[in-house]
Antibody, heavy 120, light 107 residues
Framework: QVQLQESGPGLVKPSETLSLTCTVS????????WSWIRQPAGKGLEWIGH???????NYNPSLKSRVTMSVDTSKNQFSLNLTSVTAADTAVYYC??????????????WGQGTLVTVSS | DIQMTQSPSSLSASVGDRVTITCRAS??????LNWYQQKPGKAPNLLIF???FLRSGVPSRFSGSGSGTGFTLTISSLQPEDFATYYC?????????FGQGTKVEIK
């Protein structure tokens, strides 16, 4: 069974950079796209973007100017950096496998999520 | 961005009831539509992909239908473990977008 685990600071100061890593087990990051999604408390899901091991990325335009994703194939991990954070970036952050079946795509395995709070 | 609108936002139902949740896209997304179930404090769990395909291991009481701009998720006989929030998501184009969610509560 594919497993994903997010890690990173749970508290980030305003204007600083949020950095999270997702470690993948029982699969290789070389094989798929990998997504980040976030969910503010009591609210819906927002897709942040995804990355392919080649380095190809797609970011949500609403966050594009502040987001960078990367993949480390040697560690079987992928990462998210979100700069200049504000309280509006407080959310549970999920990583997920972005599965492709021909043209169809779905988020079939998710990490448990990690709460990131932006506060001084 | 493609906007996804679910209805209703919440519903109350009893065990054994047939439940239908609707998802509408702001433009055609063909069959690029997925459904997820989320329980409190947990990550979303994929139920249906490509509008109508049941993910392996998901009970057959769940089904999906539709194409173009209109889609439905049906639970044929609601079970206690099905009380959760359900989200649709389009993968026709990036950015992927989700519906606002439908919370299924116990009547």
């Amino acid at each position: 069974q594919v497993q994903l685990q997010e890690s990173g600071p749970g508290l980030v100061k305003p204007s600083e950079t949020l950095s999270l890593t997702c470690t993948v087990s029982n699969d290789s990051v070389r094989n798929f796209y990998w997504s980040w999604i976030r969910q503010p408390a009591g609210k819906g899901l927002e897709w942040i973007g995804h990355i392919y091991p080649s380095g190809s990325t797609n970011y949500n335009p609403s966050l594009k100017s502040r987001v960078t994703m990367s993949v480390d194939t040697s560690k079987n991990q992928f990462s998210l950096n979100l700069t200049s954070v504000t309280a509006a970036d407080t959310a549970v952050y999920y990583c997920a496998r972005d599965m492709s079946r021909g043209w169809y795509r779905e988020l079939d395995y998710w990490g448990q999520g990690t709460l990131v709070t932006v506060s001084s | 961005d493609i906007q996804m609108t679910q209805s209703p936002s919440s519903l109350s139902a009893s065990v054994g009831d047939r439940v239908t949740i609707t998802c509408r896209a702001s433009q055609t997304i063909r069959s690029y539509l997925n459904w997820y179930q989320q329980k409190p404090g947990k990550a979303p769990n994929l139920l249906i992909f490509a509008a109508s395909f049941l993910r392996s291991g998901v009970p057959s009481r769940f089904s999906g239908s539709g194409s173009g701009t209109g889609f439905t998720l049906t639970i044929s006989s609601l079970q206690p473990e099905d009380f959760a929030t359900y989200y649709c998501q389009q993968s026709y184009s990036t950015p992927y977008t989700f519906g606002q969610g439908t919370k299924v509560e116990i009547k």
